[in-house]
């Protein structure tokens, strides 16, 4: 079936294009896509081909919101007119026949999905706010994380960088009743991540971070999510650990070797963790039903609401280093 997705190809130019989708099968549905968010980090990473699933052609995009328009005689729990909200999006082809690698392609006028896949679909709960919803999986790779490390009421986090993926943090730390201290060197970003409930702030472009770490908990912090997914950054975050506390590599640091200084966490006997995705069915739920429930107001973090057909100018501008006001994006197509 015909559908309409944002493309982008080796050379890294965006274009709104025509795709064939598979047609749906009898385990499928077909969702007709109203918004989906953009994940900064991670898709351009895949633009920028720092991380790969796929050769080029590349659809991007692995969050998004729809409405059931179709599902297969074997679905079950899924009705035509659902609202859902999503990971996956099967194959897709160009209009002359050149295969496109979904990674995951939900940047698209539609989607078919297997509903029974672990990346793929559940029901939106009601009451979400649906540009919030379709950036559901930056809060729950942020959750994930928090769950590994398991901070304690009382104890306190830094939360280094407050991008999508770090608010995410911020706000999961603050629920779990943590003192929660956010850097970054956006004084917007940092603005955000107080309303997500980040108790103190610093702006590393201005402030010593260490010297301002130590000074509100002094010999280090009992947590350290290192959020920014920035290699050259993680010996800078892993020296704000206290001794035997923990360290989260909480971002997406690519394919290539990353290299540290071995001594610092040696020597704090740190515990280290690697989260990875988004903890899949559990960590989603629970985001969406806080967000129903008013307790995540993730709406806060959209800085922009894009309609598709001027898509292709973000993602050049966000690729191109020329849109630093850009937070959470939403793409909205129906």
């Known amino acids: 079936m015909r559908a309409d997705a944002l493309i982008c190809s080796e050379e890294q130019a965006f274009s709104l294009q025509a795709v064939e989708l598979d047609d749906p099968g009898l385990g499928d549905l077909l969702v007709r896509t109203i918004a989906t968010g953009v ?3 991670t898709e351009f990473a895949l633009v920028r081909n720092k991380i790969s699933w796929g050769p080029y052609p590349i659809c991007t995009g692995y969050q998004g919101v729809g409405v059931v328009e179709q599902a297969g005689a074997d679905v079950q ?4 007119g659902d609202t859902v909200y999503y990971r996956d999006n099967r194959a897709m082809r160009l209009a002359g026949g050149e295969r496109v690698s ?4 939900t940047h698209c006028s539609h989607a078919v999905i297997d509903p029974v896949r672990t990346h793929g679909v559940a029901l939106l709960p009601p009451g979400v706010d649906v540009d919030a919803a379709s950036l559901f999986v930056l809060p729950a790779v942020g959750l994930y994380g928090v769950d590994m490390a398991n901070p304690r009421m009382g104890q306190s986090v830094v939360v ?3 991008g999508m993926v770090g608010l995410g943090v911020v706000a999961a730390c603050a629920h779990r009743g943590c003192v929660v201290i956010a850097v970054d060197t956006d004084a917007a970003r940092l603005e955000v991540a107080r309303k997500m409930g980040a108790d103190h702030l610093i702006d590393a472009s201005t402030q010593d971070v260490p010297q301002a770490v130590f ?3 002094p010999g280090g912090a009992d947590v350290v999510f290192e959020s920014t997914g920035i290699p050259a950054l993680l010996d800078r975050a892993i ?3 206290r001794a035997f506390g923990s360290f989260v590599w909480q971002g997406n640091y690519g394919e290539a070797p990353v290299s540290l ?6 020597g704090r006997k740190l515990t280290m963790h690697f989260p990875c995705d988004d903890g899949q069915a559990p960590c989603r739920r629970a985001v969406l039903k ?3 429930m008013g307790t995540l107001p993730w709406e806060r973090v959209i800085s922009h609401r894009t309609p598709a057909a001027e898509a292709p100018a973000l993602f050049d501008r966000i690729n191109r280093g020329a849109a630093p006001d850009v937070l959470g994006a939403v793409v909205r197509w129906s």
């Not at 979904?102 to 392609?105: L, M, P, R, T």
């Not at 200084?261 to 040696?266: A, Q, T, W």
């Open 215 to 217: 000074a509100l908990c």
């Open 102 to 105: 979904c990674v995951s392609g």
């Open 239 to 241: 020296e704000l650990c």
């Open 77 to 80: 729990g899924f009705s035509v």
């Open 290 to 292: 806080n967000m129903a």
């Open 39 to 41: 994940s900064i980090g």
């Open 261 to 266: 200084r071995f001594l610092p966490p040696h």
């Open 160 to 162: 280094y960088g407050v």
